[in-house]
């Protein structure tokens, strides 16, 4: 039997705007990009790099989305084996 996965939709929380370095954006690790607006939106959003485009929300988002910011950081460093 074939399980549906089930489309979490993304929070806009801006957590992953901030803890991934991307390369292409010469954005490093644990820095805001320079496209992620206030609202959590990406104000590249057309334009924005493929890593962005494949990255897909999951149930960490969910997991992490009554803490704070900083609280999801500590979650998602333990998660990733980030120091
Ligand atoms: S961490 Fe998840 S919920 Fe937050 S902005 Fe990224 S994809 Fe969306
Ligand atoms: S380009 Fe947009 S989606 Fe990609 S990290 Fe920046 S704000 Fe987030």
């Known amino acids: 039997m074939s399980q549906k996965k089930i489309k979490i939709e993304c929070l806009q929380c801006g957590v992953c705007c901030y803890f991934f370095d991307i390369s292409t954006l010469n954005k490093p690790q644990f820095e805001r990009c320079k496209h992620l607006r206030d609202d959590g ?3 590249n959003y057309e334009n924005r790099p493929k890593v962005c485009r494949d990255f897909q929300p999951d149930e ?3 997991l992490i ?4 910011f900083e609280d999801k950081i500590k979650v ?3 998660i990733y084996g980030v120091k």
Do not use: G, H
């Not at 989305?65 to 704070?68: E, I, K, N, P, R």
């Open 41 to 43: 939106k990406c104000a």
């Open 60 to 62: 960490i988002c969910v």
């Open 65 to 68: 989305s009554t803490l704070s």
């Open 76 to 78: 998602l460093k333990k």
